[in-house]
């Protein structure tokens, strides 16, 4: 059954977009482990790890934009682009702020369908043009909730989740006992679930996670991520062999463009299939939901769709039958916390992504009213997202490209 949120906002959601300011910046910070350096086929600046199809960056990078209202108020948005996120600030500094200057805007979806609108003719319905829209959509939710006194999650729903239980992503150690060891130190602080990210090498994997499970046994929400790299011949046995294990979902398993494998997939036995992180729009996810359905567990990106669009999936998630868990990918102290606020929309049906090493850098450029604690995040009382971006300090991190 779906909730229609964005039918229940009674505030004036109403803007105008005086300046639009972009910051691109990178962090001393790998985003995948050190212990894999020697592995990794480098770049200056990007990586490929032997396995995984996907470049990442070597450092984590990102953008953050700051917009500010004719009436004076402002707001952060920052978007999960982590290869290329200077691609982002050239179209907020160069097409997004010229188009939208002296327009004003009943809300924030109107705005984010006006910038789709003005370039869905070209064929520009994904990539880096949508990143630009996911975000300076969350920078106009920020700088709404700030003005009407309301953290996001409050100014859209009135009963938003006040407790947000999370998962650890990556247990980034070089050796099974050292990560046996530091996920049982995350449980006896709280965390009651991990993610481990696998290989096509499928009995490595069951080995790993066999290895993690009798190394924690008090621990049982295993999450298992293939990076879309599954063998589509072995995936119905993969699928069963890690049900069989209680995972409690296995995710991106298969190419990303692959939705008849995906279908076929989904009746197997075995454990749900989650995926979800590559859509930026609902044009692109509904025929995913079906009917037939391709997946289980709907993972949006909220640096991909924005709060605006993100609202409108997750209504049709749930109208398809869905459970809904956002994707917590590569960003920040504003990313994550835009993520929260969104996940405080949703039905808790699952435990939330958590990248602690994101979380535990972004202290140097902000202060967060997010606070990790017992395997949670508390909903903030703070207006806006709960973020205060310090611009003095993101000067250090500038990127120079």
């Known amino acids: 059954m779906s909730f229609p949120i964005m039918r229940r906002m009674p505030n004036d959601l109403s803007f105008a977009i005086s300046s639009l300011d972009t910051f691109h910046l990178s962090f001393p910070l790998r985003y995948w482990e050190e212990y894999r350096s020697d592995e ?74 006006f910038l789709y609108d003005a370039q869905r003719g ?129 995710e991106c398993p298969l190419q990303p463009e692959d939705l008849a494998g995906h279908r076929e997939l989904v009746g197997e036995p075995g454990a749900p299939i989650a995926l979800g992180e590559h859509f930026r729009t609902l044009y692109q996810a509904r025929d995913w939901f079906g009917p037939p359905r391709a997946l289980d567990v709907y993972q949006p990106d909220i640096g991909r769709t924005g709060i605006s669009d993100g609202i409108r999936q997750l209504d049709a998630a749930y109208d398809a039958g869905l459970e809904v868990t956002p994707h917590m990918g590569n960003g920040m102290a504003v990313f994550q916390a835009a993520t929260l606020h969104f996940s405080a929309l949703c039905r808790p049906s699952h435990l939330q992504e958590f990248q602690y090493g994101h979380y535990r850098m972004s202290r140097d450029i902000a202060d967060s009213a997010w606070v990790y604690h017992n395997g949670a995040f508390d909903l903030p009382d703070r207006p806006g997202l709960g973020v205060t971006v310090r611009p003095e300090a993101l000067e250090p991190f500038a990127a120079r490209t």
């Not at 729903?157 to 999370?166: A, E, L, T």
């Not at 709280?190 to 290895?211: N, Q």
């Open 40 to 113: 990794a086929q480098k770049g200056d600046r990007f990586e490929f790890t032997p396995g995984w199809q996907t470049v990442y960056a070597r450092n984590i990078e990102t953008a953050l934009c700051r917009v500010k209202f004719a009436d004076g108020t402002t707001g952060w948005g920052e978007v999960n682009a982590p290869i290329g996120p200077e691609v982002v600030c050239l179209i907020w500094k160069n097409i997004v702020a010229p188009v939208v200057a002296g327009r004003t805007f009943e809300s924030p979806t109107r705005l984010w369908d």
């Open 122 to 250: 070209r064929g520009y319905a994904s990539g880096y043009w949508l990143d630009a829209l996911a975000g300076v959509d969350l920078a106009v939710w920020d700088a709404l909730g700030i003005r009407n006194g309301k953290p996001v999650a409050a100014l859209i729903r009135p009963d938003p989740r006040k407790r947000i239980p999370v998962y650890l992503s990556g247990i980034r150690k070089a050796t099974l006992g050292e990560r046996v060891a530091e996920i049982n130190k995350w449980y006896d602080d709280g965390l009651r679930g991990a993610k481990i990210f696998l290989s096509p090498d499928v009995d490595a994997g069951l080995k790993e996670l066999d290895g993690l499970r009798a190394g924690c046994p008090r621990l049982k929400n295993w999450m298992v991520d293939f990076l879309w790299m599954l063998p589509a011949a072995t995936a119905a046995r993969v699928k069963a062999s890690f049900g069989d294990r209680g995972v409690v979902f296995l």
